[in-house]
């Protein structure tokens, strides 16, 4: 390449230049010479200082990765024989996982001759998503993988972004107005007779 369209460290456009007189004005400024659009004519090519910018990056993709949302994946594994009641515990702790924003993943996994009736576990699985549909939507039908049958599901939209917080204690009255009191009943409160 014989020319290039410079641009120096502020942005503004030098022009278009040889690349000799480009490399000597970086080497001058104590920059470096980067080659921005190699596919254009002439290649566009930028005067920075290349250690500072590849930090910045970096800085950068680490503070994007601090903010973002880690979804874990949890797993809840079954049999074919797993009663109602234990199946029931097991959907209250996948809503509970749902509810905190994390993806369930339901196994049930076949031992022995078990394997000769998957209908068990398909049914068992399709019963599990219609007990959560109003908690999370279904990412991953019911499929056969190997000798286990699974099953994802991911927390609904509209669950995930409002916070999940609950308090068990009764809001407090706002004020003495809300309460409608009685003399009568002050009095029998108080330990005396009404008059």
């Known amino acids: 390449m014989r020319e290039v369209r410079l641009i120096d460290e502020n942005g503004e456009q030098v022009g278009i230049i040889t690349t000799r007189d480009a490399l000597d004005m970086a080497h001058d400024r104590d920059l470096d010479l980067v080659e921005v659009a190699p596919n254009a004519s002439p290649p566009v090519c930028r005067l920075?200082?290349?250690?500072?910018?590849?930090?910045?990056?970096?800085?950068?993709?680490?503070?994007?990765?601090?903010?973002?949302?880690?979804?874990?994946?949890?797993?809840?594994?079954?049999?074919?024989?797993?009663?109602?009641?234990?199946?029931?515990?097991?959907?209250?702790?996948?809503?509970?996982?749902?509810?905190?924003?994390?993806?369930?993943?339901?196994?049930?996994?076949?031992?022995?001759?078990?394997?000769?009736?998957?209908?068990?576990?398909?049914?068992?699985?399709?019963?599990?998503?219609?007990?959560?549909r109003d908690h999370g939507v279904l990412e991953q039908k019911p499929t056969l993988e190997g000798r286990a049958y699974s099953l994802i599901m991911a927390p609904s939209p509209s669950k995930t972004q409002q916070p999940a917080k609950r308090?068990?204690?009764?809001?407090?009255?706002?004020?003495?107005?809300?309460?409608?009191?009685?003399?009568?009943?002050?009095?029998?409160?108080?330990?005396?007779?009404?008059?």
Do not use: W
């Open 48 to 132: 920075m200082d290349y250690g500072k910018y590849r930090y910045e990056q970096t800085k950068k993709e680490r503070e994007a990765r601090k903010n973002q949302k880690q979804v874990e994946l949890k797993e809840i594994r079954m049999q074919p024989r797993t009663d109602t009641h234990d199946l029931q515990v097991k959907v209250n702790n996948a809503r509970r996982f749902l509810e905190d924003g994390h993806k369930v993943k339901f196994s049930v996994r076949f031992r022995g001759r078990e394997i000769t009736h998957p209908e068990i576990g398909r049914d068992m699985l399709e019963q599990i998503a219609e007990d959560l």
């Open 167 to 195: 308090s068990d204690k009764p809001a407090p009255p706002s004020s003495l107005g809300d309460i409608d009191f009685d003399a009568e009943d002050e009095d029998q409160q108080a330990g005396q007779a009404p008059l």
